[in-house]
């Protein structure tokens, strides 16, 4: 359909509206005078676990607060690409974020360390890992010195490969072009599949595999099934590596300023949303898979053998990219242990 000036217009306009939103600071009213603070929250995705989260925490800080704190929640990055949304809550234009904590590795390159390849095996081990202590004083304590505060972390699901092409075994990745995140892990470990990673943005995905620019994307089921990718890759290779989680973090400086009260009620409402997403995650994940094979995508897995020959090739990624990194080393150490007490 052919597009007036008028729609035009619009178009800019509304445009311009949400940039103002994403880069002007919320106005605080003081309460006492009848006020309310304006909490903006953001993330990439639409009606997925992250959307889920924001809403239920938006819910509970509302009723929490009595009103004086009123949320505004913005999905599928209508605040920006993910890198300003993070910055947004950084300097405190946006209030808060939730997504992979791999797109905070420019913030502190420890928040990779959940996503080291090998690290975990299933959803259970997952699941108890993260919520260890010792994980979980680690990663909601990153970013504080960078404006950030963590509030809660979670396991999503296993990482799979979207393809073009069926792939049904380990040679076959050899040459592959396959998108991944600007990840020094996800780089490494697509090299030691013997394939050629590419580090691409979520909203260029899509048009990249249309056009046969890239082989495969690495990423969440979720991701795929919501992006619509079958449209253009149908198989997905369910490798199982890595693991994905999911970090929620607050604007720090906002916080800071806030009365003591609501202060407590923004964590304490964070940590029960955390806690109780779980059944929602796990059942939207499994949802997906059925998704993905109704819309005419196929479901596909490596022999077992190969699998785990990849497995043992990719385990020491994490360790041996942060041999110079004292920091992300302990993190990784730190992790692999919690990992392991929690089998």
Do not use: C
Request: glycine residues 8%; neutral net charge; charged residues 20%.
């Amino acid at each position: 359909m052919q597009r007036t000036w008028k729609d035009v217009r619009t178009g800019l306009a509304s445009a311009l509206v949400l940039s103002a939103l994403a880069l002007t600071p919320a106005q605080s009213a003081d309460p006492q005078n009848g006020g309310t603070y304006v909490m903006k929250l953001s993330t990439a995705t639409v009606n997925d676990h992250q959307h889920e989260w924001l809403k239920r925490f938006a819910a509970a800080v509302e009723k929490d607060s009595g009103g004086r704190i009123k949320a505004q929640i913005y999905p599928a990055s209508q605040l920006g690409a993910i890198p300003r949304q993070i910055e947004g809550t950084q300097f405190g234009s946006i209030q808060g974020w939730i997504g992979p904590p791999e797109f905070l590795v420019g913030v502190d390159q420890r928040y990779e360390a959940l996503s080291a390849p090998g690290l975990l095996a299933n959803r259970a081990q997952a699941a108890r890992t993260i919520a260890d202590p010792t994980v979980r004083a680690l990663m909601l304590g990153l970013g504080a010195n960078k404006g950030l505060l963590g509030v809660g972390i979670y396991g999503v699901g296993p990482s799979s490969i979207a393809m073009r092409k069926p792939v049904r075994h380990l040679a076959e990745f050899a040459g592959m072009k396959i998108r991944v995140l600007a990840s020094p892990f996800q780089l490494e470990m697509i090299k030691r599949m013997g394939g050629s990673p590419v580090a691409m943005s979520l909203g260029d995905v899509l048009t990249a595999l249309q056009q046969g620019t890239i082989d495969g994307a690495l990423g969440s089921l979720s991701i795929d099934t919501t992006m619509h990718y079958q449209d253009a890759a149908k198989y997905v290779v369910e490798t199982g590596q890595p693991w994905i989680s999911v970090a929620a973090v607050l604007s720090k400086k906002w916080v800071d300023e806030l009365p003591a009260d609501l202060q407590k009620i923004l964590r304490n409402d964070a940590a029960r949303v955390t806690a109780q997403i779980a059944p929602f995650t796990d059942t939207f994940f499994a949802a997906q898979r059925k998704a993905w094979t109704a819309s005419g995508g196929e479901l596909l897995s490596l022999p077992p053998a190969e699998e785990e020959m990849m497995t043992t090739e990719i385990s020491s990624i994490g360790s041996d990219l942060s041999q110079s990194k004292p920091e992300l080393n302990a993190a990784i150490e730190l992790v692999f242990a919690a990992a392991t007490r929690n089998k």
